[in-house]
């Protein structure tokens, strides 16, 4: 099927202005609470899960719903892709049923793109392996917008395993066309090769990165992504990258502390840190409704 429509499969395609008109729609329903609207009356929207999620799929559940669309979930343990169903066939049997998105997390790089050509419903990347996590990464931005009122200008501190993460690199992506600046910290194990290319500044040492930093986002171990290897231990790990009370005060004093969860507490964030007064941690879940409601009103309401 070649006709062109829109899809989200990640922050790399969209332009500044793109970006910024969710932001605003984002923001505007965030003022309203997320109340309740007709937009998607009568529409279907699929959930399929093909990985772990508790956020973002109830997150696209409650948007949807908010949005008055009929929403099925389908997960990965209870589809046919159990009994040796590809994925394409899995999303083209759900397509025939006319829903007008599809919101897909897959473990494979690349799986929404393929999805995208394949079936007539818009796809909403919810997170495809190392490669992407759109709607992750608008909702980090909105809530920082939120917080400093710009993006350009924020100086964006992100600490941990950036290699293995796709809200880094969607992140990287979006706060780059936004004028912000992005520093990344880690073991150089979990730092991609030429991750500079992409825009950002490297650190192999936490406090260095954080000395000015506007925003620290903290990254989970990827350790469903890893073959073992990348750091000696989680001990290790988070003496030398654990984000603390002590490494972060190097940042300002006004800082905010962002994670896009699952947090394991006590390995890459202390839980005085996660739960202390920087940490808007649960204002990004809450503001992540916004953002979906926004995404999935644009492009399929
Ligand atoms: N929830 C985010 C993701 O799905 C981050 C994480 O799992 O660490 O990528």
Aim: with cysteine.
């Amino acid at each position: 099927m070649n006709r062109p429509k829109q899809d989200l499969l990640g922050i790399e395609p969209l332009t500044k202005a793109e970006i910024i008109a969710i932001l605003d729609r984002a923001d505007a329903l965030y003022a309203t609470d997320n109340a309740k609207s007709d937009a998607m009356a009568g529409k279907t929207v699929i959930n399929l899960f093909m990985e772990p999620s508790t956020r973002t799929r109830t997150s696209f559940e409650i948007a949807a719903k908010r949005l008055s669309a009929d929403v099925v979930n389908v997960s990965e343990s209870f589809s046919s892709s159990k009994k040796g169903e590809t994925l394409l066939d899995t999303a083209k049997n759900l397509d025939a049923m006319k829903p007008s998105a599809i919101v897909l997390r897959h473990a494979s790089a690349g799986a929404p793109q393929m999805l995208s050509s394949a079936v007539r419903a818009r796809v909403i990347n919810a997170g495809d392996g190392s490669h992407e996590h759109p709607t992750q990464a608008l909702l980090d931005c909105g809530t920082m917008r939120r917080h400093a009122g710009k993006i350009e200008g924020l100086v964006v501190t992100i600490v941990g395993d950036v290699m293995h993460s796709r809200v880094a690199r969607s992140n990287l992506f979006a706060l780059s066309k936004l004028g912000a600046t992005v520093r990344v910290a880690g073991p150089r194990s979990l730092l991609p090769p030429g991750i500079e290319a992409l825009g950002a500044e490297v650190f192999d040492r936490v406090e260095p990165a954080m000395e000015g930093a506007d925003v620290v986002m903290v990254l989970r171990l990827q350790q469903e992504r890893m073959n073992g290897g990348y750091v000696p231990s989680l001990r290790d790990y988070s003496r030398f990258f654990g984000i603390n009370a002590r490494n972060v005060r190097a940042a300002k004093h006004d800082a905010i502390v962002m994670h896009p969860g699952p947090i394991n507490r006590g390995v890459e964030l202390s839980s005085d840190v996660a739960d202390g007064a920087r940490s808007v941690i649960l204002e990004q879940v809450a503001y992540g409704v916004s953002v979906r409601m926004a995404v999935l009103e644009m492009l399929a309401g």
